[in-house]
């Protein structure tokens, strides 16, 4: 018995940090701060103490220039000097889990944002984790069933399938989420709120996902008057906290609004420390963060999975700007809103013609195959003569598939839309699409 304890007792001391490490400021530029004599790692937290007294302020090691740490702090910089003294924790960034996390609001170190005591008997995860081995990936073969007609029939996802959701500011992302984390038949929902104005993450909360949607559901939010270190921190929280779920065997539904401006994040922290600018002012780190960042998400065998959605914040209504292009050769698919579907007035504004989900084909039978694949012709003969149609020019007998498409119109408006506080179960969207598809085929031909 003593030679154990003995045994362990030495382990423990060889483990220790037995060493103060203690450094210097001795830079202040903007947000970034230089501390000099300070043994640190990249990524290490450290605690800056303010000269005159005052709690400590936590900072980020973000870069290593020479004998200087570049940091960057958890909060204001109000009260520091060049004789404040930086202590090394000696430990990195790290993440909370457990399941006294579902029903709360987070910020992104895990601390309650309402007002409720910090949630009890929790273990903490790196942020950062081992590439997932692809022979360790489960198939996807079953749909997440979102209670979303358009996407149900459409753009079916599965589970472990990551998508985007395309659209420019004020299109719908948000209500389109906010139906998502309501319907989808997950058994833990994940949602990051990264850089959202402070008013739309009590509105989310509160309006979209509900007093019983927030039930099954982790919310971490880092609004957009956060630091920058902590924006990006909310989407390794949120992840994190998704593959805790997934490895206990849940299919965990993982909501991140917006990937763009985790992406603005890491764009002000690689500029900030020295990083060379690329296309449209953003450094290679963001693009080389992008990537590892998405393959977290997925189904593992013996596991249960993580179906990842990811908002894109497209520029100017650029679908081809640098996040967005990057984001769609990493995504399994993606959801595309359109302004001009919106300006119509019908929501969800999702244009079906240009989405697609890559794994459409393994979700559907052989008889929802011919359906989507009916509506979807007609629909594109119809959106090619759309000008003809709006100035009347177009003459009915001409073309008997438009002439069906015209007069089905509404019908296949009222599959595409839906009210924010309408559950549509998937056999009764089903059912809506395989009526529409017969009476849009030839005469005597069924669907």
């Not at 472990?160 to 038949?185: C, D, H, N």
């Not at 119109?409 to 699409?433: I, M």
Request: with cysteine.
């Amino acid at each position: 018995m003593w030679q154990r304890f003995e045994s362990e007792a030495l382990a423990r001391i060889a483990q220790a940090d037995l060493c103060r490490r203690v450094g210097r400021l001795s830079a202040i530029q903007g947000m970034v701060l230089e501390a000099t004599g300070l043994d640190v790692k990249l990524g290490e937290l450290v605690d800056i103490l303010p000269a005159r007294g005052g709690a400590a302020i936590t900072a980020e090691v973000v870069g290593l220039r020479g004998d200087q740490a570049l940091l960057m702090p958890y909060g204001t910089v109000d009260g520091l000097c060049l004789s404040s003294q930086v202590l090394a924790r000696g430990e990195a960034a790290s993440v909370a889990v457990g399941d006294a996390l579902l029903g709360r609001v987070l910020d992104a170190t895990c601390e309650p944002l309402d007002d409720l005591p910090p949630p009890s008997d929790l273990q903490r995860k790196p942020r950062f984790v081992a590439p997932i081995n692809p022979l360790h990936r489960a198939p996807i073969q079953k749909a997440l069933v979102t209670g979303v007609k358009a996407v149900d029939v459409f753009i079916p996802l599965g589970r472990g399938q990551r998508v985007g959701i395309f659209a420019g500011s004020g299109v719908g992302k948000s209500t389109l989420l906010g139906m998502m984390s309501k319907y989808a038949e997950a058994d833990v929902i994940v949602i990051a709120l990264i850089g959202e104005r402070g008013r739309e993450v009590g509105d989310f909360i509160r309006d979209s996902l509900g007093a019983e949607g927030l039930k099954k559901a982790v919310v971490i939010a880092a609004a957009a008057e956060q630091p920058a270190v902590l924006r990006r921190q909310a989407a390794y929280t949120a992840t994190t906290i998704a593959e805790w779920f997934r490895a206990q065997g849940r299919h965990v539904l993982l909501i991140m609004d917006s990937i763009t401006r985790f992406a603005l994040a890491q764009r002000e922290i690689g500029l900030a420390t020295g990083e060379p600018m690329g296309s449209r002012g953003y450094p290679p780190s963001v693009f080389s963060l992008l990537p590892p960042l998405m393959e977290r998400a997925g189904a593992l065998t013996g596991q249960g999975s993580i179906t990842g959605v990811y908002t894109v914040l497209v520029e100017g209504d650029d679908m081809n700007e640098p996040v967005a292009d990057h984001m769609r050769a990493i995504l399994d698919g993606h959801i595309v809103l359109s302004r001009g579907i919106a300006a119509r007035g019908q929501w969800p504004a999702i244009d079906v013609m240009h989405s697609i989900s890559r794994l459409a084909g393994a979700l559907r039978d052989a008889e929802q195959k011919r359906i989507v694949e009916r509506i979807c012709g007609a629909l594109g003969v119809y959106q090619q003569s759309a000008d003809l149609i709006e100035l009347g020019a177009y003459e009915s007998g001409a073309h008997p598939v438009l002439d069906r498409m015209i007069a089905l119109k509404p019908k296949l408006d009222e599959l595409l839309g839906q009210a924010p506080e309408q559950h549509v179960p998937v056999e009764q969207s089903w059912q809506t699409a395989r009526g529409l598809a017969q009476q849009l085929s030839e005469p005597g031909h069924a669907a």
